[in-house]
């Protein structure tokens, strides 16, 4: 009988051990099969304006004004040249500015194998592994940054914080 316990323990603390690619998240076993959150675009609701005639004509493939356009819309918003959207204009001057220091074109292979080194040196304890915990926040703990501490370095050095909140009024 101990035997048999002792053998039903031991399997699935090995399996544990296995091998392999670590997890980042630890979401789910087969991530292939679900749904991609970030394919879903909702479109907007349909409206029957005032006059029928004042209507596009339709073209097959093209867009209808029930479509997203979520890069007309952010410049719609933020008061941008919406005409710049159609002229085909890009963000040439961001990428330009982004990248004027050079740019290193394996920057995503040295990154990923600096990720995959980390986490198979930080893979999570005995029973976080083989339950399936998500120990990503633990795991990149010492990296995280602490943005209150961040904003009140930011304030102290009188850099505008115009996304965050402001601070203590004073009496």
Same mark, same amino acid.
């Given at each position: 009988?101990?035997?048999?316990?002792?053998?039903?323990?031991?399997?699935?603390?090995?399996?544990?051990?296995?091998?392999?690619?670590? #997890?980042?998240?630890?979401? #789910?076993? $087969?991530?292939?099969?679900?749904?991609?959150?970030?394919? +879903?675009?909702?479109?907007? &609701?349909?409206?029957?304006?005032?006059?029928?005639?004042?209507?596009? +004509?339709?073209? &097959?493939?093209?867009?209808?004004?029930?479509?997203?356009?979520?890069?007309? $819309?952010?410049?719609?918003?933020?008061?941008?040249?919406?005409?710049?959207?159609?002229?085909?204009?890009?963000?040439?001057?961001?990428?330009?500015?982004?990248?004027?220091?050079? +740019?290193?074109?394996?920057?995503?292979?040295?990154?990923?194998?600096? $990720?995959?080194?980390?986490?198979?040196? %930080?893979?999570?304890?005995?029973?976080?592994?083989?339950?399936?915990? %998500?120990?990503?926040?633990?795991?990149?703990?010492?990296?995280?940054?602490?943005?209150?501490?961040?904003?009140?370095?930011?304030?102290?050095?009188?850099?505008?914080?115009?996304?965050?909140? &402001?601070?203590?009024?004073?009496?």
């Amino acid at each position: 009988m101990l035997r048999r316990l002792l053998l039903l323990c031991l399997v699935p603390t090995l399996g544990a051990c296995a091998g392999g690619d670590p #997890g980042l998240m630890n979401i #789910g076993r $087969d991530r292939a099969g679900g749904p991609d959150e970030f394919g +879903v675009i909702p479109t907007r &609701p349909l409206e029957v304006p005032e006059d029928i005639s004042a209507l596009p +004509v339709p073209t &097959p493939g093209g867009a209808n004004l029930a479509d997203p356009a979520p890069e007309r $819309d952010v410049a719609s918003a933020l008061g941008g040249d919406i005409g710049a959207l159609a002229r085909g204009s890009t963000d040439g001057a961001l990428l330009a500015h982004a990248t004027r220091h050079g +740019v290193d074109s394996d920057i995503r292979v040295e990154l990923a194998a600096a $990720d995959l080194e980390f986490r198979r040196d %930080n893979p999570g304890r005995v029973l976080e592994r083989l339950f399936d915990v %998500n120990v990503y926040f633990r795991a990149y703990q010492e990296m995280a940054l602490d943005q209150h501490a961040e904003l009140a370095r930011l304030r102290r050095l009188g850099i505008r914080t115009s996304a965050a909140p &402001p601070g203590p009024v004073e009496e």
